[in-house]
């Protein structure tokens, strides 16, 4: 593989990345594109050719916290992006503590607070470092792992979320490549000690593949298998999207209504996370029974039931038992992995809280035609024991809190669109 000893040309990248647009104007009164820059060569090096593509680009630095010189490395790279003319900002995370799975749970707090701050600078792409390289190494686990043929795939080159779409314009380029072109600029970067700790399973196979690189055709051989199982995972995806469209009915109350006409493992599966907010769908076995034979039953965080008087599909609700107690309400927050607060600033109060309305159902008369079982899980703004408001069914205790309203808007959408029906059921 000789192109692995090529620097990567502006020509190169702005192919790549032009191919996962469309892009808005590069105007620097907008929001910026944003890249998330660890200081280390993958990220710095995406950070240059953006520079070089588009004038208003933003870079994000997240200090993990958990190296001592964890601080010195953030500052530094921030003085690198500077020197090449991009402005950033450091994040820091200190709620981080040595222990079990650490490296998953940083992935996740380094995401969330990449994804909070994208949304107040109101920029809706967040480039990523991700390369050839890091997605050879995914597919070879999730081979070794069992994985069907969407975990097969990887990585995709757009990943839409509800708040912002993240970008990865580099995974069809060597990770070589990259260091070449940061050397060929005079471009020092960041060694992360821990990507030599053999203990982490990534690390366990990135050693396994450095010398396949130029030996054999074996990383070849994935990317490849990636690619194709990717076509077939775009085409699963369209076929989905047209069957949602004909047989699921998503509500905005977060639950869904639906026909069994014609479903298939993989898209009950995405149904149940996304009206349980989880990311991962229950064993494919008792997936695989529910499909053959649609009962009554609880599974992965939902459950399931004949819809009855609206209609003659099926009914997809939260499990109540497994709803997220009540949590501090304030714009943005996330609740039941599912729903997103929206009320302005000034509004915030360290009593108001965000929780399932359970039995306060009954004091309404105004239900949206929902059955009891619905209506408890709705989500509503308490202060201390006082219902304050239920967004979904319009009530609001006076007209202060009417500006306030809670969205759907779970960590995993079973369609891109992330656009939910508030049409009235029959």
Known sequence: MDDILKPVSQDEFNSC??????????????????LAVSGGAD??????????????????????????????????????????GIESKVLTLDNLKPGAALEERA????????????????????????????????VLMRIRAGSGEDGIAAMAAITDLPQIRLIRPLLSIAPQRLRITLKQEGIIWVEDPSNQDLKFQRNQV?????????????????LHRSREESKKRMKKDQDQAVFVTENILIRSEGFAYFSTKGMDERTLGALIRTIS??????????????VQSM???????????????????????RETTVIEKAKMARPNTIW????????????ISDKVTIAALGKSYKQFSCREGLPVCILKTLPAFWHNDKLLAVPHLGIYSDESVKEWDIVFQPRQSLTQSHLFSTTKLA
Not at 336 to 347: G, K, N, S
Request: proline share 4%; aromatic share 6%.
């Open 17 to 34: 990345i032009e191919s996962l647009g469309p892009w808005g104007n590069d105007d620097e009164k907008l929001p910026p594109i944003v």
């Open 43 to 84: 990220s710095l090096c995406l950070a240059l050719l953006a520079s070089r593509w588009r004038r208003n680009v933003f870079s994000l630095i997240v200090d993990h916290g958990i190296r001592s010189n964890s601080a010195i490395e953030a500052a530094l790279t921030q003085e690198r992006l500077k020197d090449l």
């Open 107 to 138: 992935r996740i707090e380094r995401y969330k607070i990449l994804i909070q701050t994208c949304c107040k600078m109101g920029s809706i792409d967040l480039l990523l470092g991700h390369h050839a390289g890091d997605q050879a190494e995914t």
């Open 206 to 222: 990135r050693k396994e593949l450095s010398s396949a690189w130029a030996s054999s055709g074996s990383v070849s051989i994935l």
């Open 277 to 290: 907010g989880s990311v991962y769908a229950p064993l494919q076995k008792s997936i695989n029974r529910l």
């Open 295 to 317: 009962r009554k039953v609880t599974l992965g965080g939902v459950q399931i039931m004949p819809a009855g008087r609206l209609g003659n599909g099926w009914l997809m609700i």
């Open 336 to 347: 039941d992995y599912r729903f997103r607060v929206i009320m302005p600033e000034y509004d």
